[in-house]
T-cell receptor, first 112, second 111 residues
């Protein structure tokens, strides 16, 4: 099973709301990633967790707060977002030190 | 140094043609080079990947050619089909699990 699941599929939120994106994998992968993808652009790495510890933060604004509660779950907490944060948010996972990375279907986020 | 360049930006071929997409990098610390296929509204799917100690890798109709000295790699799609119409991204990874993606190539395969 090479499936990464993400919920919700779509999310519309106001600039004062707090919401969370959820990602789950059961492949035993110990590296998990959050990417942001704008239309007609490549995915941009936001955060990487290795062995449930944050290992890479690509200078992401603090209104995005990642959390890795266990080796199968990855959350992205959203607060006080801006309209320019509207994008497809992708979760991915892989073995640590190995390149084969599997993506979820993404959450389409719209900030109004 | 972290950038991956990709060309062409878009590509149109007839069914059965062999589209070729090229990528180039500068950072010699990259140790893994995957290609992803993405359909509209979907997440990227890993197609094929190569490590720098190999010059060519084939998986089905997809072939990666890798030139370590030139710091370039390319994707060839043999016998292309309309179902291959998608956006293709090359990428590169360093030892720290940091993936950098090329800007993408939109491929259209005409019936």
């Amino acid at each position: 099973d090479t499936e990464v699941t993400q919920t919700p599929k779509h999310l519309v939120m106001g600039m004062t709301n707090k919401k969370s994106l959820k990602c789950e994998q059961h492949m035993g992968h110990r590296a998990m990633y959050w990417y942001k993808q704008k239309a007609k652009k490549p995915p941009e790495l936001m955060f990487v967790y290795s062995y449930e510890k944050l290992s890479i933060n690509e200078s992401v604004p603090s209104r995005f707060s990642p959390e890795c509660p266990n080796s199968s779950l990855l959350n992205l907490h959203l607060h006080a977002l801006q309209p320019e944060d509207s994008a497809l948010y992708l979760c991915a996972s892989s073995q640590v030190g190995v390149g084969e990375q599997y993506f979820g279907p993404g959450t389409r986020l719209t900030v109004t | 140094q972290q950038q991956v360049k990709q060309s062409p930006q878009s590509l149109i071929v007839q069914k059965g043609g062999i589209p070729i997409i090229n990528c180039a990098y500068e950072n010699t610390a990259f140790d893994y080079f995957p290609w992803y296929q993405q359909f509209p509204g979907k997440g990227p799917a890993l197609l094929i990947a190569i490590r720098p100690d190999v010059s060519e890798k084939k998986e089905g109709r997809f072939t990666i050619s890798f030139n370590k000295s030139a710091k370039q790699f390319s994707l060839h799609i043999m016998d292309s089909q309309p179902g291959d119409s998608a956006t293709y991204f090359c990428a590169a990874k360093n030892y720290g699990q940091n993936f950098v993606f090329g800007p993408g190539t939109r491929l259209s395969v005409l019936p």
